[in-house]
Every structure is written in C-alpha cells, then in structure tokens.
C-alpha cells in the first residue's frame, strides 16, 4: 500500500466533554460543528485554504463577533475527514492512503481547497497522490472503491470510481508475464515460489472483496474487450460468489437464521448478487462456468427466490451442461430431504428440451450418460427414507426409453427403496407388537 506524508508538526488534537479542539496559545475564535462533534479551531490555519469557510463566515451574523459558529453538517466523509483537512490547514503529520483517501478528497472537495483559494493547497496534492500512487499500484484502487462506498455519490461525480475502474481493468487485461505487482491468491494446494509463473486466474480474488455493484462494473468492463477467455470470467464469478454466498460452497441445507442473521448475508443483498451473477456469466460459450457450479447457484436460487428470469437462465445453462455432471455435482441438499430431487427433475426437462431440438444432429452418447447419471442418482435417493416414491418413479419416467438401453442400474433403485422402507415398515411392526 502507498502512503504520503504531509505536514511536520505533530499532532496536537484532542478531546474534551465531545469536542475536539487543539493545542494553541491563541484562543478559539471558531467553532465548527458537524453533527454531534464540536471543533473549537482558528480561523487564521482554516479561512486562508477552504473557499467554503471564508463564505460562510463572510455570510455568518456572527462575522463581526470575535467567535464565529459554522455548521458542516453535510460534509462528505463526517468529522473525520474533516479533521484530516483542518490537520493540513494547521501543517499537522497526516498520513494518506488508499484507506483515507477518498473521505480526505471528497472533504476538500466539499470545502474547495483549491489553486485558485491557495497555492499548493490540499486538493492539488490529493490528485497528485490518486494518480501517481494509488492508480499506479494494483490492490490500492480497490481498497479506494471499498472505502468509497460511505460517500458513493460524492465518489462517483468526482470521477474517482471510474478512474479506479479504469485502473483495475488495466490491469486485468495484462499479461500474467508482465504481471509485477502482488496480489492475493490463496486457492487449495497452491503455493507460491520464486519464479514461479503466474497464474491466469490472479485477479479473481482480490476483486471479490467489492461490492456486488462495483464487482460488476469490472466484470462487464472486462467482457466488453473480448480479450479475456470466458472461462476466466467464469473463475472470477465462482470466486466472488463462493465469498458472498455461503450455500454455494456449505454442503449443509440453508439455515435462514444463520443467513438473516448477518446483514451481508440478508436474503435480499444475496437475491441481488446471485442475480448480477448469473447476469454477467458468459451464456454464449458453453463451459464458461462449470455444471456444479450452476447447480448450486440453481439449488440456491430456490432457496431465495430469485426473479423468473434468473432462474430459467440457470436451467438453461443447467441444462446445456448436464452431460457434463458428476454423480456428486447432483446431490444437493433440499428443505423437506436429504436430497433435492425436485431440482434435478427440473435440470432434466431443461437438458431434453434442448436434446430434442438437436437430437437429429448428434449422436447418442449423451443421452445415454445422462440416462447412467440420472439412474445412479436414484440409486443414492432412493436410501432416502422419506423420499417420496412419486418422485423417484417421476423422476425414472422421465427418461426417453433411447436412455436406457438395460434397466440393471434402476433395478438396483428400485430394491434399495423397497429395502430402505422395508426395514423401515418391520421397525415399525416390532414396535407395536411389542
């Protein structure tokens, strides 16, 4: 992270019964209120370098006392932005980075520390900062965007998250072997080493930190320069839902109490992310995400109540890769049992839809895997006991007779259900006869 340092005298604030004053042998002839904070300040360091303070105070109806009272009220970033620029305006050491940056801007924006108020005033030296360190650096821009969110508005119209957009953007579209910064990757059973060359995927993780909004943005940016492989996009979604939606990555049902609980899992915020998600995945290029994730954003989906349009998206992705899926991507967990065989009834129907409309074209092969996955997928379900033969026979029925060339395999689904539930029925036969 870069820093910068202005100003040499140290630091001489402090607090008194909630207000905020700062050493001197001079006394306060200012008082600069912003909400529930009081500073008692000079108006000789202030008035000379914000535009702002020399026109309230020339309009205030105290201007002809010898203590003036000035309400920031508005000021973008609150009283703490505002105490980095009264520290410039008293040479106090402040230290600037991408973690204050934004606040400090935004706040001598606000008070027009500008040129044409005082040579070599605050602003200036701000904008020198953005774009020689923060811009230039890779993981100082999205800890910008992060700390922009408080005063967004004020972020936005001052140009400041487009230019780290731009700035990061850059960045991706770089080629891994001109990549010289450090960045944060810390995928299973990766390990980095000297010369060792970087992988494809490097910018995925530390752009999953932002907000979905922001997160976007990037990722639409990106997919506009059709220079990156769909598959990448694909990585970086995977990576920022897996951080933002736990039921992607938890093989244990949704709790909503442990979601609701915490306001960055709220049903609502998660609604909102696996929709931009799902809206920003590569639909044109089949693979570009894998099938068990699609399933889990499918299985969660449901959970959350997610739009129409989002949800028949997942379906027909769903569908588009099914012959693609494991015996594992399929078990997934539902609110009433074990498993969830309502959504892979749904898969299903999805892929033949879309089997049938080609099935003049293509060859058989992936009729008959899709007929083996879904008869050993009932074999598993069937140990459920409180699955429902309804479904299970639903689901067997669905099949076209082309995917099942010999039955052994919904054979041995059949005897375990029966054996699964018989056991169940002499249970209960001992019990009430003894």
Known sequence: MKFMKLGTRPDTFYTEEATRTVVSDVPSDVTIRINNVS???HKFPLLPKCGLLQRL?????????????????????????FELCAKFCYGITINLSAHNFVSAFCAAKFLRMTEAVENGNFIVKLEAFFSSCILES????????????????WSENLGIVRRCIESIVDKILTPPTKVTWSY????????????????????????????????????????????????????????????WLPEITEHNRPKSEASTSKTEYSPNRQRNILETVVGLIPSDYKGSVSIKFLLRLLSTANFLAVSAVTKTELLRL???????AALNDLLLPSQNSVYDIDLVQTVLESFLRQWKRQAATTSSD??????????????????????PVQKLASLAETLPRIARPIHDDLYMAVNTYLKVNMDFWCFCVYLFRN
């Open 366 to 387: 992936a009729i008959l895997k899709i007929g083996k996955l879904v008869d050993s997928y009932l074999q598993v379900a069937a140990k459920d006991p409180e699955m």
């Open 138 to 153: 890779w993981k100082d821009p999205i800890l910008t965007l992060q700390n922009s969110e408080r005063v967004y508005e």
């Open 184 to 243: 944060t990757y810390t995928r299973p059973g990766y390990e980095k080493k000297r010369n060792q060359s970087v992988p494809k995927d490097w910018w995925t993780e530390d752009i999953s930190f932002l907000n979905i909004d922001m997160f976007r943005c990037i990722v639409a940016a990106i997919k506009s320069t059709n220079t990156l492989p769909p598959q990448l996009i694909g990585e970086a979604l995977h990576v920022y839902a897996c951080r």
């Open 39 to 41: 500073y008692l300040l």
């Open 318 to 324: 769903s569908g588009l890769q099914l012959e693609d």
């Open 57 to 81: 105070y020339t309009e205030s109806e105290d201007s002809i006392s010898s203590h003036v009272t000035l309400d920031l009220t508005d000021i973008p970033g609150g009283d703490e932005a």
